[in-house]
C-alpha cells in the first residue's frame, strides 16, 4: 500500500489551466487563503489576462458562491470574513491597473457605505472602476452617516455622491442622508447614485436618488454620463 495519501498532494497553482485555476480561485476563495488568492491573480495576469476578466471570472464569481452558502447557513460569519481578506488581497494587486488612466479627474465623487453597514467589498470595487474611468474618489469607508457624508462634501465640493448598502436594513437610511441634503438646500448641488445588492432603480427613485447602479461598471459608466450632461446644461 502507498504511503502517499492523494489529500496531501500539494496543487501547484501555476500548473494548472485557465479554467482549473478559475475553479481552484472559487476554493481558495471560499476558504479564505489569501496567500492563493494573490498568487493566482498574479499568475492569471502573467497570463495576458485583462484585470476585469480576472476580477469577475475569478473574484467577483467566488465571492458569489460564498454568498449562496452564507444565505444558506452554511458558512458563517468568520468564514465569510475570511473569504472577504482574502478577495481583498486579490483586489491590492488589480486596484492600480483598473485606475490606470493618466487622464486629468473627469470628475470628483464622495463615496461611502451607510450607518450601520460594514460591507465594503462592493463599495471598494465601485471606487476602484471610478477611479479606473478617471474620477477622483474620496472614500469614507463604512458605517457612514449623514454628517460624515455632509462634512465631506463641504470639504471636497465633488461632482457627485455615492452611496453604498448590502442590507435591507440599512438601505432606508440612504434616504435620510438624501433628505438631510434637501433640509440644507444642497440637494441640487450634487449628483447622488446609489447601489448594493437589495436595491433596484425603483427604490432609487423612491428615495430621490439620480441613478440606481447595478454593478461597478455601470456605476463609472452612469457616472460619466451624468456628470457630462450636468457640465453641457451649465
Ligand atoms: Co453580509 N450579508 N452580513 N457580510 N454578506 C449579505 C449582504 C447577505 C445578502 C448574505 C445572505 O444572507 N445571503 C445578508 C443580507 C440580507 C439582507 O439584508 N437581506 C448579509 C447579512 C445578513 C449580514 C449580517 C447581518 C450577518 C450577521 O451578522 N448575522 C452581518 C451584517 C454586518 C453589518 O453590516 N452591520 C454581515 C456581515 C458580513 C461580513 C462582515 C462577514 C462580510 C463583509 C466583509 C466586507 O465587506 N468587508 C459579509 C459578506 C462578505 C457578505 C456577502 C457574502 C458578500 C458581499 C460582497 O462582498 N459581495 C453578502 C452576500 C451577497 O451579496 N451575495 C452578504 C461581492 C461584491 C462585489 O458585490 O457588494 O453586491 P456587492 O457590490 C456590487 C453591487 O452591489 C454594486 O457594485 C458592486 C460591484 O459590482 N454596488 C454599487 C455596491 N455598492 C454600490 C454603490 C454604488 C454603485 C454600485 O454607487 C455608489
Known sequence: MSDVDPDDDEIILADL??????AQMHDDLYDGLADEIHEGTNILLGRGWGADKVLNDALVEGMRIVGIDFRDGILFVPEVLLAANAMKA???????????TGAEPIGTIVIGTVKGDIHDIGKNLVGM??????????DLGINTDADEFLEAIEQHKPDLLGMSALLTTTMPYMKVIIDTLKEKG?????IVICG???????FAEAIGADAYCRDAAVAAETATALVQAKRAAR
Open 17 to 22: 489551466d485557465d479554467e482549473d485555476l478559475t
Open 90 to 100: 486579490g483586489m491590492a494587486i488589480l486596484r492600480p491597473l483598473l485606475a490606470e
Open 129 to 138: 472602476m471610478l477611479e479606473g474611468a478617471g474620477f477622483e474618489v474620496f
Open 186 to 190: 444642497m440637494r441640487d448641488d450634487y
Open 196 to 202: 448594493g445588492a437589495p436595491l433596484n432603480e425603483e
